[in-house]
Nanobody, 119 residues
Framework: QVQLVESGGGLVQPGGSLRLSCAAS????????MRWYRQAPGKEREWVAT???????NYLDSVEGRFTISRDNAANTMYLQMNSLKPEDTAVYYC?????????????WGQGTQVTVSS
C-alpha cells in the first residue's frame, strides 16, 4: 500500500538546522511531484516547497534562501533541509505526493512530523 513517512522533526533553537525526510513506498516515486506543507497551531495548512519529477523547485517566499528541497529517486525519498530556523517555522510538516495523468489524479499525504523552534 501507499506510504509516506516523515522523519527528522524535533526541537531546535532559533538559528538552528533540521533535515526532514519523507520515505515513499507503494507507488512510482519518480513520476510524482513532491511537496512539503506545514500547519502551525490554529492556522491553515500552507504550502512550503515543491520539487518536480525533473527536480525543478519552488519555495514559499518566507523560506526562500533558508530551506532546500531535494529528492533521491533511487531511494524513493524526499528531503527538506531547513537552516536559520525561526520560531515562526514551528509547525507540523507534511509531505505530499501528487500526479495527474490524463483524467486521473493521485494525491497522497504523510502523517506529519513536528518541528518546534524555541529557545
Amino acid at each position: 500500500q501507499v506510504q509516506l513517512v516523515e522523519s527528522g522533526g524535533g526541537l531546535v533553537q532559533p538559528g538552528g538546522s533540521l533535515r526532514l525526510s519523507c520515505a515513499a513506498s507503494g507507488f512510482t516515486f519518480s513520476n510524482f511531484v513532491m511537496r512539503w506543507y506545514r500547519q502551525a497551531p490554529g492556522k491553515e495548512r500552507e504550502w512550503v516547497a515543491t520539487i518536480t519529477s525533473l527536480s525543478s523547485t519552488n519555495y514559499l517566499d518566507s523560506v526562500e534562501g533558508r530551506f532546500t528541497i531535494s529528492r533521491d529517486n533511487a531511494a524513493n525519498t524526499m528531503y527538506l533541509q531547513m537552516n536559520s530556523l525561526k520560531p515562526e517555522d514551528t509547525a507540523v510538516y507534511y509531505c505530499n505526493a501528487a500526479r495527474t495523468y490524463g483524467p486521473r489524479t493521485w494525491n497522497y499525504w504523510g502523517q506529519g512530523t513536528q518541528v518546534t523552534v524555541s529557545s
